[in-house]
Structures are given as C-alpha cells and as structure tokens.
C-alpha cells in the first residue's frame, strides 16, 4: 500500500495514543519515509518505542517524531491445535461410538441370559 510522504504527527500525540494501547498490543505505523511497520509494542520511552513485527528477530526502535500516521491492529496468528468444528466432530463420534458399543453389550447381555455354562 503506498502512502504520500506525510507530515509526522505531534510527538506527544503519539506517545501518548502508543501509552494507551500498552506493552504486548500490536499497532501499526507510517513513517515520515513511507514505510509501514506493523508489529507488538515491546517498550516505550521518552524519545522512541519499539516495535517487534512477525517474523524478524530484533525489534525496531521508532521516533515518535518520525510516525504519520497510526493505525491499531489486531494481527492474527496462526493458532494450533484443532479449529471448533473439529473437536465438535470427534467429541460426537466419541458419543457416537459409546451409544454403539453400550447397545452391543446390552443386546448381548440380554440374548445371552441364563445360556452360561
């Protein structure tokens, strides 16, 4: 996505907006250079913030003299694991299975009445 070269922001609207988002919330972020950073607030300080974006090792130390524009984001992970419908599906064959198997054993257990040897 491109941006024109915008005018920074006021560096205290900025500190202030990435204060109130906080430590471990993601947000997004133009610079005065056009580039775009989106990633999870690591810190905050008096000049600058850092941002960690997905996939790269070292956060990103950003002036809030430099930021244009911000955008908060909620950035979505892959999770793991089974999505609900999944664990719906096995949890009604398990139920499934156990109806089956206890109508077997009573079948079973009524046709088979008093024929032990």
């Given at each position: 996505m491109a941006y024109a070269a915008g005018k920074p922001?006021?560096?205290a609207t900025v500190k202030e907006k990435i204060a109130e988002r906080g430590v471990g919330?993601?947000?997004g972020v133009i610079l005065a250079d056009n580039?775009?950073?989106n990633g999870i607030i690591v810190s905050i300080?008096?000049?600058s913030f850092a941002l960690k974006?997905?996939?790269?090792?070292?956060?990103?130390?950003i002036q809030y003299a430099e930021v244009t524009?911000?955008?908060?984001t909620e950035i979505h992970r892959h999770k793991h694991g089974l999505s609900r419908g999944a664990k719906i599906g096995i949890l009604a064959g398990l139920g499934g299975t156990a109806l089956i198997v206890g109508f077997v054993l009573l079948v079973?257990?009524?046709f088979n009445k008093g024929y032990h040897d």
């Open positions: 922001l006021d560096s919330q993601s947000v580039a775009e950073i300080g008096d000049q974006s997905e996939g790269v090792d070292q956060p990103q130390s524009r911000i955008q908060f079973n257990a009524i």
